[in-house]
């Protein structure tokens, strides 16, 4: 099946650092999506994109859908430690079984 | 509101054991999916289902089968457990592509142990 490679797998950070992650794929998303992970929990959508080269906020966190439709980007400005989970992509490709494609995940922890 | 609701939170089976893994969502959803999480592996599909009555088969199906009777519930099943099943089960729910924005609403999961 289609492959998303997500890196990084886990990021060691300060409280107030920017954090940057991304997606890549093999082929062409129509959607990208952006997942977080809290212990104990299932993935909470963060945000949605739809098109080609979209740039996406939501509060602190930025997200971009890639012009090659290929890749996507997910940015977290200051960090808190709320933050700390794992974050996932997920790509959709077409309507009908409305199926997602997830990445692996980014272990994002916040060092005191 | 409670969204997507899944039972039980925990189970530990034996080896050979079998069991039903329910899922009910309360958002009149046509599309429901099975995903098993397993570390360094994010989630995989394992069965879903694009509306009452209908099931078909994800990524890593064998071992496993579902059922969608109703609009609201999915059930996973397993008819023998094995260890390599041993895993977070989470269920999933959407209105689709063109309601939905292909946005999948998840459980908090059932944890599952097979000795």
């Known amino acids: 099946g289609q492959q998303l490679n997500q890196s990084p797998q886990s990021m060691f950070i300060q409280e107030g650092e920017d954090v940057s992650m991304n997606c890549t794929s093999s082929s062409i998303f129509n959607t990208w999506l952006w997942y977080k992970q809290d212990p104990g929990e299932g993935p909470v959508l963060l945000i949605a994109?739809?098109?080609?080269?979209e740039l996406t906020s939501n509060g602190r966190l930025t997200a971009q859908f890639g012009i090659t439709r290929k890749d996507s980007f997910l940015n977290i400005s200051a960090s808190i430690p709320s933050d700390v989970g794992i974050y996932f992509c997920?790509?959709?490709?077409?309507?009908?079984?409305?199926?997602?494609?997830f990445g692996t995940g980014t272990r994002l922890t916040i060092i005191p | 509101n409670a969204g997507v609701t899944q039972t039980p939170k925990f189970r530990v089976l034996k080896t050979g054991q079998s069991m039903t893994l329910l899922c009910a969502q309360d958002?009149?959803?046509?599309?429901m999916y099975w995903y098993r999480q397993d570390p360094g592996m994010g989630l995989r599909l394992i069965h879903y289902?694009?509306?009452?009555?209908?099931?078909a088969k994800g990524e890593v199906p064998d071992g496993y089968n579902v059922s969608r009777l109703k609009k609201q519930n999915f059930l996973l099943g397993l008819e023998s457990a094995a260890p390599s099943q041993t895993s977070v089960y989470f269920c999933?729910?959407?209105?689709?592509?063109?309601?939905?924005?292909?946005?999948?609403?998840f459980g908090a999961g059932t944890r599952l142990s097979v000795l």
């Open positions: 289902s694009v509306g009452e009555g209908t099931t």
């Open positions: 999933a729910s959407t209105d689709g592509g063109r309601l939905g924005k292909n946005i999948q609403y």
């Open positions: 997920a790509g959709a490709t077409n309507f009908g079984n409305e199926k997602l494609t």
């Open positions: 958002m009149n959803h046509e599309y």
């Open positions: 994109l739809y098109k080609a080269g």
